[in-house]
């Protein structure tokens, strides 16, 4: 008989950096990628940041495949529908170990943001709902909410976290499984929970200029329109 198992392993997981952490910075950035991407290219989106004020760190999923049709390029994955549940357990806890691993040890006030885009959404809303990471701000940037999620407890439990959604009025990827008007549906329902919803004309892309208003929301020099 044929019996499915599981066993710890030790595990190296990459993520990258960009910017300072001293007494200096301001604004502490944690940016999930998507399905398929590694953080050497992601992160190149976040570095009109100033490096002076700002640390950013991409972490890396823990699984990597070759991508179709893209000659042999690879790319990172949070996870699939396959032994689900572990998946889950591993990446919350090597988010929390890596945060408390470059955070522990630094004193200085600064915001926590999460941004996470794509397939990273799910990811950064179990990160959150599972760990003990208090995020300033949540930046959800074209994905889907993750099912299993008691999302009427998120503001008891995190009152002053600012939740931001993000998507583009083009976006193909989440035409393909959802359409805007289940999207907008669920947003409807999430209204509660949001403090803005932000669409742009575009597809599914960290477009650098929504990148910068953001940037301006969270980092309070611009206020939210809500």
């Known amino acids: 008989m044929i019996e ?33 991407q590694l953080v050497e290219f992601f992160m190149k989106k976040f570095t009109f940041l100033n490096p002076e004020t700002n640390f950013v760190v991409a972490p890396e999923a823990l699984s990597r495949h070759y991508l179709p049709e893209k000659n042999n390029k690879v790319g990172a994955v949070w996870m699939t529908k396959e032994d689900r549940e572990n998946e889950v357990k591993d990446y919350v806890n090597y988010l929390e170990t890596l945060q408390n691993t470059l955070l522990s040890s630094h004193t200085h006030p600064y915001r926590l943001h999460i941004l996470a885009f794509s397939q990273g959404c799910s990811t950064a809303w179990r990160w959150v709902n599972a760990g003990n990471t208090k995020a300033d701000n949540l930046i959800l940037w074209a994905g ?23 998507y583009g009025l083009q976006d193909e990827v989440l035409a393909e499984w959802q359409t805007f008007e289940v999207l907008e549906q669920k947003l409807k329902a999430m209204d509660f929970l949001l403090s803005d919803v932000i669409t742009f004309e575009g597809k599914h892309e960290l477009n650098q200029e929504i990148l910068k208003e953001v940037e301006n929301i969270v980092t309070k020099k611009i206020s939210i329109k809500k």
């Open 144 to 166: 889907d909410f993750a099912h299993e999620i008691d999302y009427s407890q998120i503001p008891i439990r995190f009152p002053l976290m600012k939740i931001l959604y993000v």
């Open 4 to 36: 499915l198992k599981n066993i710890e392993v030790k595990k190296t997981a990459r993520y990258a950096t960009y910017g300072n952490l001293d007494e200096n910075t301001t604004d502490v950035w944690f940016v999930i990628h998507g399905y398929g």
